[in-house]
């Protein structure tokens, strides 16, 4: 994966990798320098809409796991991690690409749709919070330009399924 400009080296934390080694001021610090990369980049992309930084650029469009993410964790939202034996380490949200459901909007691609579910380690009350820490991450992504809906599924889970608005 690329980084964004000005953040060499910077992951964004999806929450299905490990968790994140930096300290929490130097991670806030590089989350911060990689949200006003991506703000910049819509400035750029979007300069003919009437607010460029209220929309997704293509940018982001193309990558909407790490842009989802992104804003998230900017958000101070915590993200989901696992361990390398695969367990859970800590409750969070976890952004994945979307797969067709049906549920996607008509003339929706998978590829510019993320989904975001809310995850904890086993015995945590992940399942009980998970409407909670959807609407928050909903809020978020929604303040940036996104459309994140949510949908419920088998076993009572609720994810969000997150695409791009389009500029105006």
Request: contains cysteine.
């Amino acid at each position: 994966m690329r980084a964004i400009s000005g953040t060499a080296g910077f992951e964004v934390a999806t929450g299905d990798t490990g968790p994140v080694t930096a300290g929490p001021r130097e991670r806030a610090a590089a989350v911060q320098r990689a949200l006003d990369g991506l703000l910049q980049i819509r400035r750029v992309m979007n300069a003919g809409a009437a607010e460029p930084e209220a929309v997704p650029a293509e940018w982001e469009r193309l990558q909407p796991v790490r842009a989802v993410a992104l804003v998230l964790e900017a958000a101070g939202i915590p993200p989901s991690a696992v361990g390398d034996d695969g367990r859970r380490l800590c409750t969070g949200y976890v952004v994945r690409p979307s797969e067709p459901t049906g549920a996607l909007p008509r003339g929706r691609q998978p590829q510019t749709v993320a989904r975001v579910e809310w995850h904890g380690p086993s015995g945590s009350r992940a399942a009980y919070e998970q409407h909670t820490g959807l609407g928050r991450c909903a809020q978020a992504l929604e303040k940036l330009g996104w459309l994140a809906l949510e949908y419920r599924g088998e076993r009572r889970l609720h994810w969000l399924e997150v695409e791009p608005l389009t500029p105006e």
